[in-house]
């Protein structure tokens, strides 16, 4: 499976983004879906999943609120929608695939995920 992030962008705080994460190549139906995001000078960090079923969801705490995810598997697609941006969310953000052992599992952390798309810039401007 390819993964294709789009939709990042310059924003000024408080606005909103969304994120889109494609695949090609493989059907997403069995694979939970990460966002992860990645600033300068810091570690990539998890920031949101979603299970293969779509029915489990989890956040990092410091987006929790703001940002949504969601999946519609009949365009393959996963969606991250983030609202009330801050400058603090600033970072390249990238999606990945993960096997979960149940279709209701989702867990944040990078070592479950092994195919990465390119990702995609964003940017809050304070």
């Known amino acids: 499976v390819q993964l294709v992030e789009s939709g990042g962008g310059l924003v000024q705080a408080g606005g909103s983004l969304r994120l889109s994460c494609t695949a090609s190549?493989?059907?997403?139906?069995?694979?939970?879906i990460g966002w992860f995001r990645q600033a300068p000078g810091k570690e990539r960090e998890g920031v949101s999943c979603?299970?293969?079923?779509?029915?489990?969801?989890s956040y990092t705490d410091s987006v929790k609120g703001r940002f949504t995810i969601s999946r519609d598997n009949a365009k393959n697609t996963v969606y991250l929608q983030m609202d009330s941006l801050k400058p603090e969310d600033t970072a390249v953000y990238y999606c990945a695939t993960a096997l979960m052992a149940f279709p209701t599992s989702c867990l944040i952390g990078r070592e479950f995920y092994d195919t990465w798309g390119q990702g995609t810039q964003v940017t809050v401007s304070s």
């Open positions: 190549g493989s059907t997403l139906d069995y694979y939970a």
């Open positions: 979603i299970s293969s079923s779509g029915g489990r969801t």
